[in-house]
């Protein structure tokens, strides 16, 4: 069992800039970020494997989101720039992409339990 805690969520106007952390109890092995907004299905942002480092992002926020870790921490962060009103919303973290899993469908074993991120015009 892998527990998740994520933080660095909060309140910031559009154009600023936030990083999100989640700490893993254990090696996580991959973990990826996802947002989910009321209303509005679950979205997949970025993943990022901890052996190699590869990471893999939606189209809807590369080139503004920026996925890394610190293996020695069992940590993953997500720094977020640019922020615009839209990417509003409460912010998950999850471990242990299942075998054969998509990453951006959520297809992991364990997930953390949010923070919210919101973003004022």
């Known amino acids: 069992q892998v527990q998740l805690v994520e933080s660095g969520g909060g309140s910031v106007q559009a154009g600023g800039s936030l990083r999100l952390s989640c700490v893993a109890s254990?090696?996580?092995?991959?973990m990826g970020w996802f947002r989910q907004a009321p209303g509005k299905e679950r979205e997949g942002l970025a993943t990022i494997y901890f052996g190699s480092g590869s990471t893999l992002y939606a189209d809807s926020v590369k080139g503004r989101f920026t996925i890394s870790r610190d293996n020695a921490k069992n940590t993953a962060y997500l720094q977020m720039n640019s922020l615009k009103p839209e990417d509003t919303a409460m912010y998950y973290c999850?471990?242990?992409?299942?075998?054969?899993?998509?990453?951006?469908?959520?297809?992991?074993?364990?997930w953390g339990q949010g923070t919210q991120v919101t973003v004022s015009s």
């Open positions: 254990g090696y996580p092995y991959n």
């Open positions: 999850a471990a242990h992409l299942l075998a054969g899993g998509t990453w951006q469908k959520g297809d992991f074993r364990y």
